[in-house]
Every structure is written in C-alpha cells, then in structure tokens.
C-alpha cells in the first residue's frame, strides 16, 4: 500500500473556497509561471494532487485552489498555478486576495500592524499585487490590483436552447462572456442557479474555440473561461451596483462576486461609459457577498482594476491519498 499525504491552509473568499497546498506535490518545473501550468497540466503525478483536492470525498463540484510555485524572477514574492475540478485556469481575483492574506498570517511577506503590506505574486496572467491593509496587526481588506483589462468583442448573438442572446467578451487575465440575465428572463438568484449554469455552459462551448476567444499575443491564454451573468441594480451612494455569478470551467459556480471577472466587467462598463474612471463598481455575489471595485489607471495594453476585498483563514488540512482506495482521486456529479 502506497499512501501519499497532502497538507493544506484552507480559505475563502467572500464564501469562494481557496485550498492552498503546503506540500505533498511533486516539483512543478519551467522557465516562468506559464510553463509551470503547462507541466502540471501535462504530468499525473502532479494532477493526481489537483483532483484529489476537487473531487470529492475530500472537494466537491466548486472546488479552488492552488500551487505555490517559485516567481517569475525577483520583482515577486512567488507564483501560483490556480485550479478548479477541470484544470488550471490563468487568473483567479478571489485567489489572489486569499494569498495576500495568507502571505501576511503566516509570515512570508513582512507586514507592520499599522499601514499595507504590498504581496507581489506572477500568475499565468501576468504579474498581480494584493495590497493588505492592517490596522493593529488585523487585516481591514485587501485590494487585489489586477493585469491590464480589454474590451475583446460586443454585441456576438449566441444562439442557447432558450432562444438568442447578445453577448461581450472581455479580459480580466481570462476571457469572460458577460449576459445580463434578464435578456433570458432571468435573474441572478439561487433559484435560477439551475438554468443559469445550463445556460452558461452552451454559451461558453458555443464561443470556446472561435476568434472571440482568442488571446493576441499567447495562445496559451486564449478560451473562454467562464459566463458572466448581471443584473444592474442602479446607482447607490458609492456608485454602480451589479449582482453577478461567474459559471466557469465545465459549469463551476463562483461563490464570491469573481475577481478577475469583476476586471472583465468593469472595463465594459468604463469603456460604455457607463462607470467614469475611478468611480465605485459594488459587484455583489449570487450569496450577497461583495467587492468594490474602480478602474484606476489606463496603459498601452489596458485598463489598470483594483477589486478591495477580504479573506478569511478556515483551518488547515491534511489529506491522505491512498493507491488502494477503489475510488482513487475521487468523482464528481457534475
């Protein structure tokens, strides 16, 4: 019998799970951040990891987590290679406000108990900061500062088993299908979560592989990666307020108000003229969750999002991963 022992600090982010993975994986090679994804998507031994932790008995269908993996070069604190029950996705905001967190609790990154800690981490996206705020050795949020963001596509009609539906595509380190829900007659609430996952997979196949989904300069970053469903909610005294639920992956169900999701839908917004340059975006999540989120700045490649949450540590594991268990890495339902 051969048993393989995995540890883990566990998180969330504003409910979205985030499993951060202290040891039990192989080394995961590569020049740069890129190529480690590419090696870990290509070799068992490490994947073997990333579904045992999904899957369940020991995840379930909306699992998260990550790799740390050595940085780029010196400018960062370190990598990381974000998964989900699928595979390894290029981006994840809510990920990134957890390892913020995360560097600071544990002492990776130094903070003082008064003032922001900046954590410096190289995603397969590009280089992103997470920005602790502290007040008397206690985290008040962290303000997850984002890859440059485009508007990629507007106005694409994709046809679903319900009828046509106007679709813009835009990149928040991934590429994002936004669709306000009520143009299908729906609504960003738990008991439409059934038709809004359905719906957001015969949307994402259905752009997956076309020009729409396609990064300009690397084609490993190219493919939708998940749906975006808003409601607008009008004006509050901060500024915008929207309700969202990111359907990523193969149907995964974004708990917290997705965070380089949040980056897709701001540039949309700013670029409609909808939100003015450093005006408050309140995106709030299908569980009433929120972020706060401004475009801030604007470069060659694109707009400069910063999305201001907070996480929270839940426990620490250790997880065995038997080769006699019939049930091997685990299953899933959907």
């Known amino acids: 019998m051969l048993m393989s022992e995995v540890s883990t600090h566990e998180y969330h982010t504003a409910g979205e799970p985030f499993r951060i993975v202290m040891g039990g994986v192989p080394e995961i090679v590569g020049a740069d951040v890129r190529e480690?994804?590419?090696?870990?998507?290509?070799h068992e031994k490490i994947d073997v990891v990333r579904r045992a932790l999904c899957h369940e008995?020991?995840?379930?269908?909306?699992?998260?987590?990550?790799?740390?993996?050595?940085?780029?070069?010196?400018?960062?604190h370190f990598g990381a290679l974000f998964w989900h029950k699928d595979g390894y996705s290029t981006a994840c905001g809510h990920g990134t406000i957890a390892l913020g967190e995360w560097a600071v609790r544990t002492g990776r990154v130094a903070a003082a108990d008064n003032g922001v800690a900046e954590v410096v981490i190289d995603v397969p996206s590009g280089r992103v900061r997470?920005?602790?705020?502290?007040?008397?050795?206690?985290?008040?949020?962290?303000?997850?500062?984002?890859?440059?963001?485009?508007?990629?596509?507007?106005?694409i009609t994709v046809p679903t088993s319900i009828g046509a539906v106007t679709v813009d595509i835009s990149w928040g380190g991934a590429f994002y299908a936004s669709v306000c829900a009520n143009d299908l007659g729906l609504a960003v609430d738990p008991a439409h979560l059934p038709e809004l996952i359905a719906l957001g997979r015969e949307i994402k196949a259905a752009?997956?592989?076309?020009?729409?989904?396609?990064?300009?300069?690397?084609?490993?970053?190219?493919?939708?990666?998940?749906?975006?469903?808003?409601?607008?909610?009008?004006?509050t005294s901060i500024g915008r307020h929207q309700r969202n639920v990111a359907v990523f992956a193969d149907g995964e169900v974004d708990r917290s108000p997705c965070g380089s999701g949040t980056s897709a839908r701001l540039v949309l917004l700013e670029r409609a003229g909808v939100l003015a340059r450093g005006e408050m975006l309140l995106h709030e999540s299908i569980i009433g969750t929120t972020f706060t989120a401004a475009v801030v700045d604007e470069v060659a490649e694109g707009l400069i999002t910063e999305i201001t949450g907070v996480a929270y540590p839940t426990g620490e594991a250790t997880f065995w991963i038997d080769d006699a268990d019939p049930l091997g890495t685990g299953f899933t339902l959907r």
Not at 57 to 76: E, L, W
Request: net charge positive; glycine share 10%; with cysteine.
């Open 57 to 76: 008995p020991r995840g379930h269908a909306d699992m998260y987590g990550c790799f740390i993996v050595p940085p780029n070069d010196s400018g960062a």
């Open 36 to 42: 480690r994804r590419q090696y870990a998507q290509k």
């Open 130 to 155: 997470a920005q602790v705020r502290r007040v008397a050795g206690a985290t008040q949020d962290i303000t997850f500062r984002n890859v440059p963001a485009w508007v990629h596509e507007r106005g």
């Open 207 to 235: 752009l997956d592989r076309t020009a729409a989904a396609t990064h300009p300069t690397d084609h490993r970053l190219s493919g939708i990666y998940g749906t975006i469903w808003f409601d607008d909610l009008g004006e």
